[in-house]
């Protein structure tokens, strides 16, 4: 059997619900011919996307995230600013301190080639998707006020491994949560 997994950061509850009054005015205007909004239940950052993979994949997986986080440092950040992956996607930014979201993402990608899969060589930038553009939409309307978003502190002190399931309602599975083995770094304000 296989199953469509990723590994991810799911935001505090309160950062999402900032984001999400802070993007519902624009929402409600253009409801109709906007863009297709991703449910606030759904938005997390993800650190790498492993496509369908064989289930015999899980359990060596979940060793080498358990092993892998043990390492890693929490830390804290904050839902900030954003932008357009060309008209396809809005995102919201993530800051934190130093180089914490891309020593996240490269700990969890070396964790995962561990097993034996594979992982995209592409570049990887810490991001929620908020949004997907309509074929022929421009999202340059809908970037304003992500630009001068600036949400609540959160700690990133965990990342979990997710099943998805497509369709028109996607679904996510939990099916393991990997704790982050350090002492939380403050977010610096600077």
Do not use: C
Request: no cysteine; glycine share 8%.
């Amino acid at each position: 059997m296989r199953v469509r997994l990723f590994v991810a950061v799911w935001p505090d509850p309160a950062a999402v619900e900032d984001l999400d009054d802070a993007l519902a005015a624009i929402r409600r205007d253009h409801a109709r011919q906007g863009p297709r909004w991703v449910a606030s239940s759904r938005l997390h950052v993800t650190l790498v996307f492993l496509g369908e993979l064989a289930e015999s994949y899980v359990v060596p997986l979940e060793q080498e995230l358990t092993d892998a986080m043990a390492g890693a440092r929490p830390f804290a950040t904050r839902i900030v600013g954003g932008g357009r992956f060309s008209n396809r996607i809005l995102w919201a930014g993530l800051a934190g301190t130093d180089d914490n979201w891309p020593e996240l993402a490269r700990t969890t990608r070396r964790a995962v080639r561990a097993t034996g899969a594979s992982v995209a060589a592409r570049p990887w930038q810490a991001h929620i998707t908020v949004a997907y553009g309509r074929p022929s939409m421009s999202l340059d309307k809908y970037v304003g006020p992500l630009l001068e978003y600036t949400g609540p502190a959160f700690d990133v002190a965990e990342v979990w491994l997710i099943r998805s399931t497509l369709g028109p309602n996607p679904n996510y599975e939990v099916l393991s949560r990997f704790a982050l083995g350090a002492s939380i770094d403050p977010l610096r304000t600077d």
